[in-house]
């Protein structure tokens, strides 16, 4: 069965860069600086003659831990999927500057997992600023050719006899709010920013990324609209209300107590990180806040993963209709809160999607 990733929908082609930038203001369990790798995806008008592979280098992790399950030739396909992002493309001059979202991933995953949900805002006129947090990400391969460490203590989180998982949650989050403030500061100093709005910016993510996308609005005011997809929410003040306009996607799907229990978690776990619910949050929100119900979708079917792994999977779904769905509503909400354009999607109900607005 053939796949490829959906290409993006709006008026540009899609340019990457890649960034190793290393925080000197906060050190490693090694004592080094705290390095992280960033991905810019922005508007180009370049049309290339062939589009990259999506497995790449870096990604050659992610298809060496399938082989471990399926044979070679159930994984052949994998080769053909190509990628809609142009490295080192020139961003587009058509425009004074662009505005700016943020991205950031759900826990052990990376930003390139995401690629249909970026690549997708980029073409539509946006730069987004993808950032794999160190410690916590995969498959991602630094410069030199290794990749980060995930720390033992992460790796084991729901075994640690010292904090309780939601403990864990709620410290690691503070060093992806850091991650997300070094990394802005700095996008204000480089080139690129000539072609940036940073008046216009907003944030996004998935799972723990969509809590701290949740978590940064409250600590950083210049970011204009935040978007959780189907994140459980951690820290200190993880049940205030907000003062930016959101957009919560949730997915209709929760998981089973046998899937629980395969994964790791006891039940008491479970019930501990379902009690963080965003719902409890946009409950108190009083306007500019949207709770979206993705029909049909479980929390992995918000990744490109989801996508990639459907002509191994023997369950009879449209392993598309999550992203499309997401796609849509993200450009709807930012267009919207960042660009004064008038919703479209979150104004009606479809057999897709629930839409509760404030």
Not at 59 to 73: D, V
Not at 82 to 104: C, E, G, H, R
Request: proline share 6%.
């Amino acid at each position: 069965m053939a796949i490829q990733l959906p290409p993006p929908t709006g008026t540009y082609t899609v340019g990457m860069s890649t960034h190793f930038i290393q925080d000197t203001s906060r050190c490693n369990n090694d004592e080094k600086p705290r390095l992280l790798l960033v991905h810019i995806y922005y508007p180009t008008m370049q049309i290339p003659k062939e589009y990259p592979p999506y497995l790449g280098d870096a990604m050659r992790p992610y298809k060496a831990k399938l082989a471990h399950s399926y044979l070679p030739e159930e994984l052949a396909y994998l080769d053909a999927i190509t990628d809609w992002a142009i490295p080192d493309a020139l961003i587009a001059s058509d425009n004074l500057s662009f505005p700016v979202l943020f991205f950031s991933h759900g826990f052990f995953m990376a930003a390139q997992l995401y690629s249909s949900l970026i690549e997708e805002m980029a073409s539509h006129g946006y730069v987004v600023v993808a950032i794999n947090h160190t410690d916590a990400c995969w498959p991602v391969m630094f410069p030199d050719g290794s990749s980060p460490i995930i720390l033992p203590e992460l790796a084991n989180l729901f075994s640690n006899k010292e904090r309780s998982c939601v403990q864990m949650f709620d410290m690691v989050q503070e060093i992806w709010i850091k991650d997300i403030e070094s990394v802005l500061s700095w996008l204000r100093n480089q080139p690129l920013s000539t072609s940036l709005d940073l008046t216009r910016m907003g944030i996004f993510g998935h799972s723990f990324g969509g809590s701290t996308a949740t978590e940064a609005v409250r600590h950083n005011t210049h970011f204009k609209a935040m978007a959780n997809l189907d994140g459980l929410l951690f820290g200190a003040n993880w049940d205030k209300p907000l003062q930016t306009p959101s957009l919560f996607l949730v997915a209709e799907k929760n998981l089973t107590h046998a899937e629980v229990l395969k994964a790791g978690l006891t039940i008491e776990q479970f019930e501990s990180l379902l009690a963080r619910d965003c719902k409890k949050v946009f409950d108190q929100l009083k306007d500019d806040a949207y709770y979206v119900t993705v029909k049909n979708a479980d929390h992995a079917a918000f990744v490109d993963s989801k996508l990639i792994k459907s002509p191994l999977s023997k369950k009879e779904q449209d392993p598309y209709a999550c992203i499309a769905t997401t796609r849509a509503l993200l450009v709807d909400f930012f267009d919207h809160y960042l660009k004064n354009e008038h919703l479209a999607l979150l104004n009606k109900q479809s057999s897709d999607m629930i839409v509760t607005k404030k």
